[in-house]
């Protein structure tokens, strides 16, 4: 069992910049591919950005050059840096951890509880 918690999130204007956090504690953090995903008001989970377990690292093409994941074992915690956020970043923001990366949501094992994620035009 692993436990997740996210915090960073904010109302933020558009092009600011927030980042992330997502605290993990249970079996061994290193274990587990990490991913950060967000959902809209009325729209789907989306994948965002994941991190394998060996640091390797994937994008959603919208975010690519603005956002960057990252992950450091030794704190348990995996980060998403946000920057030049833009309107359509608002969403609620997930972390979800999985032995393999993959982009679907609903194969991801664990979950945090979300963190709000609002960008001002």
């Known amino acids: 069992q692993v436990q997740m918690v996210e915090s960073g999130g904010g109302l933020v204007q558009a092009g600011g910049s927030l980042r992330l956090s997502c605290a993990a504690s249970?079996?061994?953090?290193?274990?587990?591919?990490m991913g950060w995903f967000r959902q809209a008001p009325r729209k789907e989970r989306e994948f965002v950005a994941a991190?394998?377990?060996?640091?390797?690292?994937y994008y959603l093409n919208s975010v690519k050059g603005r956002f960057t994941i990252s992950r450091d074992n030794a704190k348990n915690t995996v980060y998403l840096q946000m920057n030049s956020l833009k309107p359509e970043d608002t969403a609620v923001y997930y972390c979800?951890?999985?032995?393999?990366?993959?982009?679907?949501?609903?194969?991801?094992?664990?979950w945090g509880q979300g963190t709000q994620v609002t960008v001002s035009s």
């Open positions: 249970g079996r061994t953090f290193s274990g587990y591919a």
């Open positions: 979800a951890a999985r032995y393999e990366v993959t982009l679907r949501p609903e194969r991801y094992d664990y």
């Open positions: 991190i394998s377990r060996s640091g390797d690292t």
